[in-house]
């Protein structure tokens, strides 16, 4: 049987693994990938540390997905050998429980999906992925380009476009990672007045670099105080994943401001009195499905937004995953197979 590689971690808080396994089969409803890139997320930690509840291990992590469709299981349609597709987050859904006929897909109790949570990701040669969950890849983005788009983007994308801003509003990015950088990137080609905040000042030119029209340096002043100077934001999109930097914003939301939680951080501290006085609300908002990945794409090629990334080959996966912890990766690190 013809063999490939993967990266698997076999408990939680254990190492990723480069492990040698028979190429698998699709089965029904589901397409193999060969991956080409598979972009690290911070939510990668989940998988590696354990960090939700009933995970099962071995498990291969990696949920920004691209590469080519190389065979087809049963029962699908729309997908045919050679079509480059992309995979995030939502790894697949049943499409007719309650939630499913709602609309709310991660919500699915028959068929929960999540690429690389609760089936293998794309730190390997190949992925099996359900078809529901494939994106089309637009042919102007290379495999490399697109992997980050398939979380950090889609994520960003689809919390600004339904966060309630309008062109000209002032919205804040706090936090630019993987995720922020591509937050800012975003919210300025919506039209948005964009305010990049991180810590310290070396992120300024890059802040800026990413077209974000003011920068606040979390260190070096109040960024609740300098957002109120402005005017106030209209929505804070926090990236970060560290609870306090995320309440330390709050009081820099306009009347009828939103903070849109995006960063899986520890926890929050809110002032009542800072909420009712302005109708200020506190909104979390996950990836999305695989039509939202592909307006992120388009949406991408037509606005010329690209994640800035730092690529790895898959055999240097634990230098990789080390350079992403370490927050100095600017702004994601991209796995390619080589295939
Ligand atoms: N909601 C969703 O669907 C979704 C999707 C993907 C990821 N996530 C979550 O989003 C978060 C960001 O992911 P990522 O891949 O962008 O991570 P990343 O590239 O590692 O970036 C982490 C960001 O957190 C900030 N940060 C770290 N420690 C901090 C601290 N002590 N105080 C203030 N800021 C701190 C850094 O800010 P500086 O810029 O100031 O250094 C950096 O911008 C993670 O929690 C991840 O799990 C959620
Ligand atoms: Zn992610």
């Not at 009542?272 to 302005?278: K, V």
Request: overall charge neutral; hydrophobic content about 40%; proline content about 4%.
């Amino acid at each position: 049987m013809p063999k490939m590689r993967a990266v698997q971690v076999s408990r939680p808080g254990g190492p990723l693994e480069m492990i040698e396994q028979e190429i698998p089969e699709p089965g029904y409803g589901s397409v193999r990938i060969k991956v080409q890139a598979c972009g690290i997320c911070h939510s990668d930690t989940l998988t590696k540390e354990g960090g939700l509840p009933g995970l099962q291990y071995p498990r291969v992590p990696g949920h920004e997905v691209v590469g080519v469709v190389d065979a087809v299981g049963s029962g699908v349609a729309r997908w045919t050998v050679g079509q480059r597709v992309g995979v995030g987050w939502h790894g697949g859904n049943c499409g007719y429980c309650d939630a499913c006929r709602r609309g709310d897909f991660f919500a699915c109790q028959t068929a929960k999906h999540i690429t690389g949570i609760t089936s293998d990701g794309g730190y390997a040669d190949y992925m099996i992925a359900r078809a529901e969950a494939l994106a089309v890849v637009p042919e102007e983005l290379s495999a490399v380009e697109a992997a980050p788009l398939m979380c950090a983007g889609i994520t960003t994308f689809n919390a600004l476009r339904n966060s309630g801003a309008r062109p000209g509003d002032l919205v804040a990015v706090l936090g630019l990672g993987g995720l922020g950088h591509l937050g800012v990137q975003f919210a300025v080609k919506m039209g948005f007045k964009t305010v990049g905040i991180a810590r310290g000042k070396d992120k300024e030119a890059l802040a800026r670099k990413l077209g974000a029209g003011y920068y606040i340096d979390s260190q070096a002043a109040d960024p609740a105080a300098e957002l109120r100077r402005m005017g106030g934001a209209q929505v804070v999109l926090a990236t970060v994943t560290n609870g306090d930097a995320m309440s330390a914003v709050l009081g820099g939301l306009a009347v009828n401001g939103t903070l849109m939680v995006i960063g899986a951080a520890g926890s929050l501290e809110a002032s009542p009195l800072l909420l009712l006085s302005g109708r200020r609300k506190i909104a979390g908002w996950y990836s999305g499905t695989s039509i939202d990945s592909q307006d992120t794409l388009l949406f991408s090629v037509l606005s010329g937004v690209r994640s800035m990334n730092e690529v790895f080959p898959l055999d240097r996966v634990n230098e990789a995953y080390e350079r992403m912890l370490s927050g100095k990766a600017r702004f994601r690190v991209v796995l390619t197979t080589g295939n």
